[in-house]
């Protein structure tokens, strides 16, 4: 709202969805086939001077911060899809048979499955350790960048982790890996798109690197490009 400003000249306006001016169109998306994923357009909109919260102080460490807690959020969903995944995978491998027993009993299934469910557990403390560490931070006890850092950490694991999984699942599944009579090639697709609807993996790097060398975050490198990111509706 403020060219001269630069990043500190973003604000942001409180727009009714009732107003005729706002449309918005569905998009049919790779994954996440019940999450509601429009293009948000407005067209001639007259805004009330109360809808402006322009100007408000730490706006832009708001933004990072609402962007990276999203985020987090948006792992630990990965979380639960790699279970998911993972327990059907399981009982998969340990009752198809091939030469005489199941497929787990050979070793490079088996260690594709129990490297798997590292990722698994992996993940799930450091979402864990994340959510902790904004609890703490809340009541006083955490600096919001160490928050940003366990956050930054948990988003560029896990989102990579549940790639792996959702992949591993299909290929462990064989030809009916990629057939919808089994709901892996789902878990394979919501993987994907959960990577995008937040910071991508290389955001959440982008932000831990920087907090781990101690350096000054730049927001400009790390929010989300509005060319590259739908909208959640």
Do not use: C
């Not at 727009?15 to 067209?43: I, N, Q, W």
């Not at 790699?82 to 497929?103: C, D």
């Not at 902790?132 to 948990?154: F, P, V």
Request: aromatic share 6%; hydrophobic share 45%; no cysteine.
């Amino acid at each position: 709202v403020d060219g001269k400003e630069g990043l500190e000249g973003i604000g942001a306006f409180i727009v009714p969805k009732s107003s005729r001016a706002v449309h918005a169109e569905r998009d049919k998306t790779l994954g996440l086939d019940l999450a509601d994923v429009s293009k948000v357009t407005f067209d001639n909109a007259r805004l009330p001077r109360s809808s402006s919260i322009v100007g408000e102080p730490g706006m832009l460490q708001g933004l990072l911060r609402f962007f990276v807690k999203s985020s987090l959020l948006a792992s630990a969903r990965a979380v639960g899809l790699m279970r998911a995944a993972l327990e059907i995978t399981r009982q998969y491998v340990q009752t198809r048979s091939a030469f005489g027993k199941p497929i787990g009993h050979f070793q490079a299934v088996a260690f594709n499955v129990a490297d798997r469910y590292i990722d698994l557990e992996a993940s799930r403390g450091l979402v864990q350790r994340a959510a902790g560490m904004w609890d703490a931070h809340a009541r006083g006890e955490e600096t919001e960048n160490g928050a940003l850092l366990a956050s930054a950490r948990a988003v560029a694991y896990t989102q990579e982790a549940a790639m792996r999984v959702g992949n591993d699942a299909v290929q462990l599944h064989g030809g009916s890996g990629f057939m919808r009579d089994y709901p892996v090639e789902k878990y394979m697709r919501d993987a994907k798109q959960l990577s995008l609807v937040g910071l991508t993996p290389v955001q959440a790097d982008q932000i831990a690197s920087l907090l781990e060398l101690e350096l000054p975050l730049d927001p400009a490198r790390v929010l989300p490009g509005i060319d590259s990111h739908n909208v959640l509706v």
